[in-house]
C-alpha cells in the first residue's frame, strides 16, 4: 500500500507541475493588447456604452506611435512623446500597410509607460485610464473603434510602453491593412486585432512560476514519501 500510495503521490505532482508549466505557458505567450482592449469594452459596457470594434489597422499604428516613443520614458513613468499628425499617414500607415484610401480619422489616443511589465488589467488602471481625461475618452459615445499597442525596450525587461488609438470613422471599413496583414513583420511588441501572440513584450513571471511549482512539488514529496 505505501508504494501504492507513493507512485500516487508522485503521478499527482508531476501532472501539477506540468499543469502549471501549461498554465503559465499560455499565459505568456498570448496577445495582452487583446486583453486590454477587452478591458476597455467591458469597461464601456458596464456604463451602458456600445463595445469599441478591435481594428488591427488602429493597433498596427498604435505599435508603431510606441515604437516612435522608445527612450523617452523618465524615471517616474512619465511619456514626453508627441508624433506629428503627419506621422499617421506619412510613417505609421505605411510601415503597418494600412491601405491609404482607407486611412480614417484618429479621433483619440492615450499612451504611457511603466519601467516594469504590467499585466493589462494593472495597465488600464495605472497606464491607461490613470486620469479623468482618459477616461473620458475610453467613454466617449462617439467612438467606434478601438487599437492598442505594446512594446518592451529591451527582451525580458523594461521599459514598456502602451498605446491606446480611438476612432469615431465607419466600423470595419477603415484602417485596412493590405494582405490582411500578413505582410506586417512584427519583430517586437504587439497590436490588437490579431491572434499573433506578442514578441519580447513579455515574459515576466515565467521562471518564478515555475520554481513556484517546483517548490511545491518538493513539499509534497516530502510530505508524502
Known amino acids: 500500500m505505501r508504494i501504492i500510495k507513493k507512485l500516487w503521490c508522485c503521478e499527482w505532482v508531476v501532472f501539477c507541475c506540468l499543469f502549471l508549466a501549461a498554465l503559465v505557458a499560455s499565459k505568456n505567450h498570448g496577445n495582452p493588447a487583446n486583453d486590454l482592449v477587452d478591458i476597455i469594452n467591458k469597461n464601456r459596457t458596464a ?3 456600445s463595445q469599441l ?4 489597422g488602429l493597433g498596427c499604428m498604435a505599435l508603431q506611435y510606441v515604437e516612435q516613443c522608445k527612450g523617452n520614458c523618465s524615471s517616474n513613468n512619465a511619456l514626453t512623446c508627441q508624433p506629428s499628425e503627419d506621422d499617421f499617414t506619412e510613417v505609421f500607415a505605411p510601415n503597418c500597410g494600412v491601405e491609404l484610401p482607407t486611412f480614417g ?3 483619440g489616443r492615450i ?7 504590467l499585466d493589462p488589467s494593472e495597465a488600464f488602471l495605472h497606464v491607461i485610464a490613470q486620469n479623468n481625461k482618459s477616461v473620458s475618452l475610453l467613454r466617449n459615445k462617439t467612438f467606434t473603434e478601438v487599437g492598442v499597442g505594446l512594446v518592451g525596450v529591451h527582451k525580458h525587461k523594461g521599459p514598456y510602453f502602451w498605446c491606446v488609438l480611438l476612432s469615431n470613422s465607419q466600423r470595419n471599413s477603415t484602417f485596412v491593412l ?3 496583414g500578413e505582410g ?4 517586437k511588441g504587439c497590436y490588437s486585432g490579431t491572434s499573433t501572440p506578442c514578441s519580447d513584450a513579455h515574459d515576466v513571471g515565467v521562471f518564478p512560476n515555475l520554481v513556484t511549482a517546483a517548490l511545491i512539488s518538493v513539499y509534497f514529496l516530502e510530505i508524502f514519501l
Do not use: A, E, M, R
Open 53 to 56: 470594434s478591435n481594428n488591427p
Open 111 to 117: 499612451f504611457g509607460c511603466q519601467h516594469k511589465y
Open 47 to 49: 456604463v451602458k456604452l
Open 105 to 107: 480619422s484618429v479621433s
Open 178 to 180: 493590405q494582405d490582411l
Open 184 to 187: 506586417i513583420k512584427q519583430k
